[in-house]
């Protein structure tokens, strides 16, 4: 399994891999910082999953729907600091299969991920 952290936070993408692998040992987990790297990851090496934050991003639905067309059946989990649920109906009517907040315990993210992986 291939699994992509999209953050602008070191700290948060390092925090999220720690708790993917103890999930997931042996997933290839690559990290991006920004828009401009996410796509060239993307676009070169594909994923299983992508775990992103989207509300960092100045029009965050947009580049969601702009990856949701290119990646239809992509497994995306977007995460942000801001109230779920206006940013959940936001980003999920854009594309993502779910939101979380970035404060969630880590057993709630692992519990989202398995079941976007799912299909669920």
């Not at 699994?3 to 690559?30: C, H, M, T, V, W």
């Not at 828009?35 to 999953?49: A, D, F, Q, R």
């Not at 947009?62 to 942000?80: C, H, K, N, S, Y």
Request: aromatic share 6%.
């Amino acid at each position: 399994m291939h699994i992509l952290i999209a953050d602008q936070f070191e700290n948060i993408r390092k925090g999220i891999k720690r708790i993917l692998l103890e999930e997931f040992p042996s997933a290839r987990i690559d990290e991006a910082a920004d828009w401009t790297e996410l796509e060239s990851k993307i676009g070169v090496n594909g994923c299983n999953l992508l775990v992103a934050d989207f509300t960092a991003l100045n029009n965050g639905a947009d580049e969601l729907q702009q990856l949701r067309r290119r990646f239809p059946a992509l497994p995306i989990v977007a995460m942000g600091i801001h109230s779920a649920e206006y940013y959940a109906r936001t980003l999920v009517k854009a594309g993502a299969n779910d939101y979380l907040r970035k404060d969630i315990a880590p057993e709630e993210l692992v519990k989202t991920v398995n079941r976007v992986l799912s299909g669920g």
